[in-house]
């Protein structure tokens, strides 16, 4: 009998761990996962690597949401708040383009607007029951709140605003980042954001797919698209996963840019 309860036992604990975890569900304090989107309706691309330094929300929505529609007007205001001081807001949703293009023409999303293949919404949304639903990552790359965008948001993103960006990083990969693509133009810096993303990138034997991604969006934020672009590809072929996905994404905006303004000699950089 007690050989027959152990069995039961073992197999009950057995199953359990293939199940779901809610406590390995993302958390305040856990490090931002990667955004990983197959095409951005709104706006640029926003990566791990666009944002760092920054202060980001990662909010999961819906075309049919009620609630998430009812959310928008207000995101729409905390993005005009607050983004010269450093916040980026993004909306990801799992719909298919021309439900999410139809959308936006009639309701205005002015932050970035992401369509997920899925691994995004797998990464953030593990254990999260409903939408809409925010994570709010802080400028040193980890989850700070989390919650319905109506419920709290406001008062996280006045708080970590206000903090603003601190010190510029001992890293040359973060500074490069930190100087090129900084809230706070007085502060920029893209003569020493270029010559420390190419350290980087010199440093790392030609070979980290992320220092060539971020001497690629500082070489973008100087007007340089032809380079941007050409060192955006060859990040991507060196990346792996979602890395490649992120890298791969950029090439494509740079490669629009360069287009666009073939195009027109007027369009503004």
Known sequence: MASRVLRHVHFALAFALLLPSAARALDVGDPMPPISVKKWMANTPVTA????????????????CPPCRQS?????????????????????????????????????????????AGATSAAYMKGV????????????????WHGHPMAGLDEVLAKLAAEGGG????DPIEAAVELSTGADLS???????????RKAHEGSGRKDPKALGVLARVHYEMGHLPTALEAALTAAKLASGDEKAELGAAAEFYKKELERRRDDPAAKF
Request: proline content about 4%; aromatic content about 8%; hydrophobic content about 40%.
């Open 49 to 64: 690597s666009t944002v760092r330094g920054k202060v980001a929300v990662v909010e999961f929505w819906a075309t049919w």
């Open 72 to 116: 928008i007007p207000h995101l729409n205001q905390l993005h005009e708040t607050y983004e010269k001081k450093g916040v980026v807001i993004c909306g990801i949703t799992q719909e298919q383009e021309g439900t999410v293009a139809g959308f936006i023409k009639t309701t205005p999303m002015k932050y970035h607007v992401g369509l997920d």
């Open 129 to 144: 029951s409903g939408i809409p639903h925010a994570f709010v990552i802080d400028r040193k790359g980890k989850v700070a």
């Open 167 to 170: 010190a510029v990083s001992d």
């Open 187 to 197: 502060k920029r810096d893209l003569p020493k954001a270029l010559t420390l993303a």
